[in-house]
């Protein structure tokens, strides 16, 4: 099915610095949901999104359900090396889901 | 929380040979699971909608005959590649929605790598 827009594609940064990325949409979504996937693994759900302008943190992960309800960001916070992974957002609406092709973070020591 | 568990994590086979992928809801009921395959270094791609007791629904391009599924419980689908070739080789994941439909979970993946 057709993707979300992720941005970036990739991204390479220091330890300690901070991360966003966010996705959008042309279509309108109830639920947003970022997960992260490491090598060799199934994507892992880091955060659930369900209303509008909804800000939900889990430990130094931040993320949004845009007002519009067509796109979402997600902020990681003082990073660390594992969090090196590919982060994916998803957006769920009735029982259409659709993908972004997601992030690649590096995290250099 | 929900525990999507699929099985095998890794197999390699000989080409000619079927393979079979299993994916479990273990404290849920899914009516509805998915399967996806990835390549390296890319996004999830939809190959197909699991649903119980009837069909599976597949995505454009994605052979019928050669990936068959089965939904045969309310907590079991099963993917089988037939008669599988290299280029069948990749990253196949199953997911299944939580039952109030707001949440979606991941098996942790199958590795196939066809000789």
């Known amino acids: 099915g057709q993707q979300l827009n992720q941005s970036p594609q990739s991204m390479f940064i220091q330890e300690g610095e901070d991360v966003s990325m966010n996705c959008t949409s042309s279509s309108i979504f109830n639920t947003w949901l970022w997960y992260k996937q490491d090598p060799g693994e199934g994507p892992v759900l880091l955060i659930a999104l369900y209303k509008a302008g909804e800000l939900t943190s889990n430990g130094r992960l931040t993320a949004q359900f845009g007002i519009t309800r067509k796109d979402s960001f997600l902020n990681i916070s003082a990073s660390i090396p594992s969090d090196v992974g590919i982060y994916f957002c998803?957006?769920?609406?009735?029982?259409?889901?659709?993908f972004g092709a997601g992030t690649r973070l590096t995290v250099k020591p | 929380g929900a525990v999507v568990s699929q099985h095998p994590s890794r197999v390699i086979c000989k080409s000619g040979t079927s393979v079979k992928i299993e994916c479990r809801s273990l404290d849920f009921q899914a009516t509805t699971m998915f399967w996806y395959r990835q390549f390296p270094k890319q996004s999830l791609m939809l190959m197909a909608t699991?649903?119980?007791?009837?069909?599976?629904?597949?995505e454009q391009g994605v052979e019928k005959d050669k990936f068959l599924i089965n939904h045969a419980s309310l907590t079991l689908s099963t993917l089988t590649v037939t008669s599988a070739h290299p280029e069948d080789s990749s990253f196949y994941i199953c997911?299944?929605?939580?039952?109030?439909?707001?949440?979606?979970?991941f098996g942790s993946g199958t590795q196939l790598s066809v000789l």
């Open positions: 699991s649903n119980e007791g009837s069909k599976a629904t597949y």
């Open positions: 997911s299944a929605p939580a039952e109030t439909g707001e949440k979606l979970f």
């Open positions: 998803a957006g769920l609406h009735a029982r259409d889901m659709r």
